[in-house]
């Protein structure tokens, strides 16, 4: 089910940043669960972030490093990346709906979320 649509994505070197930007016609990120996971190659999806009413849960691996925000209308959501690493390499998906919960083999996470986009690349080189 794919009612958002990703963009930012791309190629850049170790230490670099990037952007990511979510956008939907149907869904605004004013309020409720949302959130950024990705799945790199040959690996299973890993949650990167969720945002709810009760604050913002980061991964271990990009505590620090990553921050999830919002515009003021809510209508597009963003994950700022920063000092990235070719372990960073991975297709980015944003989603929104569900209730968060931080799952062992998945790290945080909307659960139950009510739509996802297609993705986008990020691939960092050494």
């Known amino acids: 089910q794919e009612h958002l649509v990703e963009s930012g994505g791309g190629s850049v070197q170790t230490g670099g940043s990037r952007r990511l930007s979510c956008t939907s016609s149907?869904?605004?990120?004013?309020?409720?669960?949302m959130a950024w996971f990705r799945q790199a190659p040959g690996k299973e999806r890993e949650g990167v972030v969720v945002?709810?009413?009760?604050?913002?849960t980061y991964a271990d691996s990009v505590k620090g490093r990553f921050t999830i925000s919002t515009d003021d209308a809510g209508n597009t959501l963003y994950l700022q990346m920063n000092n990235l690493t070719p372990e960073d390499t991975a297709i980015y998906y944003c989603?929104?709906?569900?209730?968060?919960?931080?799952?062992?083999?998945?790290?945080?996470?909307?659960?139950?979320?009510?739509?996802w986009g297609q993705g986008t690349q990020v691939t960092v080189s050494s």
């Open positions: 149907r869904y605004t990120f004013k309020s409720g669960c």
């Open positions: 945002k709810d009413t009760d604050g913002t």
């Open positions: 989603a929104v709906g569900g209730t968060h919960l931080d799952i062992p083999t998945l790290g945080p996470w909307c659960n139950g979320m009510d739509a």
